[in-house]
């Protein structure tokens, strides 16, 4: 095997130990991702697990930052173009209800079950779900506020109190589609999302 193809090789080995990571970690949590039921998932030995992160932490941070990746193709990416503000605030969710919607992860959204896993905690995998969590809310406020300023929301309106609705409307949409089930959930966050930001 030439250099070239070696480096290739190392770098789909290591994908698919993220991707498989993603999937299990969805519905076990970080803390339940095991090399060992990676290795044994994978058809590798615990030591060609390992050997691509040298630590359960750094795997713990390349699953996290492969959830963002797919996070950011499946909502922002898919979000259709649209002016910004309000159209693209309502763009954004809809793309939102429609990621959790589809079940692309078997744990349903892995921020929300990685938030409430490490809420509590200190340490780097703690701080990269809260960063990444600030961020996308930053993202979501600077549409609140243009949307402010072009005077596509009533007067008045409070972004901040906005922003923890609709993070809250999505936040309930999870916990429906995992815990029970329940099939008419997207359709009560589209709603509840047509509430807070018009039809």
């Not at 290739?8 to 130990?17: D, F, G, K, L, P």
């Not at 008045?156 to 916990?175: I, K, P, R, W, Y």
């Amino acid at each position: 095997m030439s250099p070239r193809n070696s480096v290739v090789e190392t770098r789909r080995t290591r994908q698919r130990i993220v991707d498989r990571g993603l999937a299990l970690a969805s519905v076990d949590g970080l803390e339940g991702l095991t090399i060992g039921r990676l290795a044994a998932d994978l058809g590798m030995s615990k030591a060609g697990v390992l050997g691509h992160f040298g630590t359960k932490e750094s795997l713990q941070l390349a699953v996290v930052d492969a959830a963002a990746e797919l996070f950011s193709e499946e909502v922002p990416g898919r979000a259709p173009a649209s002016a910004p503000g309000l159209p693209r605030l309502r763009a954004l969710c809809e793309a939102w209800v429609s990621y959790l919607e589809r079940g692309l992860l078997p744990g349903g959204c892995f921020f929300t079950a990685a938030a409430a896993e490490f809420d509590g905690r200190g340490g780097p995998v703690r701080d990269a779900v809260a960063g990444l969590d600030a961020l996308w809310q930053r993202d979501l406020r600077i549409h609140l506020r243009r949307a402010q300023t072009a005077g596509e929301l009533p007067a008045g309106t409070d972004a901040d109190q906005l922003l923890f609705e609709l993070v809250g409307v999505m936040l309930s949409l999870n916990h429906a589609l995992q815990l029970h089930r329940d099939p008419h959930a997207a359709d009560r966050a589209r709603r509840a999302t047509r509430r807070l930001l018009g039809p």
